[in-house]
């Protein structure tokens, strides 16, 4: 009998065992399958920068070598949330909803991002189906749990001013969420025309869906994937700050009701994963994230 009872007892230890969160079958947390097989658990997961929607993996992204088409989706406590298409960079489809791009794409192998396509931006609005679903709460839950939730750099357009022969001032304001200290690209520093290089500017668009937008000079890092510690500005944690940029040749933009659109850079592919923390308590913010405001010309 107590033969019996020690391996009754072996067997239901072994049972917890095997149910323990370290497996690909985890209810634990934050999860990606791609094309039916868990690639992705609580595990493998440093934080997630819900702002710039970048996971940042512990080991590098081999998962993804093999997989340059398919489909992926997003779970939180072994319930899917979300799914969406698997592309590679060089692929010239556009699909709808969230989507991972593979080889080649704007970050390194530590870095997953999970982008999403608004049909909203290249055919008209009011198109069905097009709710972004990435900040689902049961996510941010899960991640909260296992101290991988990180909110990010906010980035708010305050006011925009249109005035005659193409100017155009755009006043935003970036907000650091998080309890860690962030370091961002700073156009006082680098310069309005290099920090063009990282993104496309500001932007209006009308009901008719023709976008009016900059044509500013673009200056060019050098080397072409390079950065310097100079370019960024730190914003303690739950700071903010105004930035201002000033376009002197802007297309004209008749009066009316627009979409302003801008989408704040940060860094990319040009960081590695040994330069990301400064520190213990402060890192470069990757990624970028987007800003709208609906607003007037008069």
């Given at each position: 009998m107590k033969t019996f009872a020690r391996y009754f007892l072996l067997g239901g230890l072994l049972f917890l065992l095997g149910c323990t969160p370290n497996g690909p079958d985890s209810e634990a947390g934050f999860g990606i399958k791609i094309n039916d097989s868990?690639?992705?658990?609580?595990?493998d997961v440093e934080f997630y920068?819900?702002?710039s929607h970048l996971v940042y993996?512990?080991?590098?992204?081999?998962?993804l070598k093999e997989a340059d088409q398919g489909q992926f989706a997003v779970y939180a406590r072994g319930r899917e949330i979300y799914a969406g298409t698997i592309l590679s960079g060089y692929s010239s489809y556009l699909p709808k909803g969230p989507v991972i791009y593979t080889k080649p794409t704007f970050y390194n192998e530590y870095l997953l991002s999970i982008d999403f396509i608004n049909p909203n931006d290249f055919i008209g609005p009011n198109v069905p189906g097009?709710?972004?679903p990435r900040s689902d709460p049961r996510i941010m839950d899960a991640l909260r749990q296992a101290g991988?939730?990180?909110?990010?750099?906010?980035?708010?357009?305050v006011s925009v001013q249109v005035a005659g022969s193409g100017k155009v001032t755009l006043e935003l304001r970036l907000t650091n969420r998080d309890e860690e200290d962030l370091y961002h690209l700073d156009p006082d520093k680098m310069g309005t025309a290099l920090f063009h290089y990282f993104t496309n500017g500001l932007s209006f668009r009308g009901t008719h869906q023709k976008p009016y937008t900059h044509h500013l000079a673009v200056e060019k890092p050098e080397p072409w994937n390079g950065w310097k510690r100079e370019w960024l500005s730190v914003l303690k944690s739950k700071e903010s700050r105004l930035i201002t940029l000033t376009y002197d040749a802007f297309d004209a933009v008749p009066a009316g009701k627009y979409n302003a659109d801008f989408t704040f850079p940060g860094?990319?592919?040009q960081?590695?994963?040994?330069?990301?923390?400064?520190?213990?308590s402060s890192r470069i913010w990757l990624g970028k994230t987007r800003a709208q405001k609906d607003v007037e010309v008069p």
């Open positions: 868990m690639v992705i658990t609580t595990s920068d819900f702002s993996l512990k080991n590098d992204r081999t998962v097009t709710s972004d991988q939730y990180r909110q990010g750099l906010a980035c708010e357009v860094l990319t592919y960081v590695a994963k040994k330069d990301v923390w400064q520190g213990k």
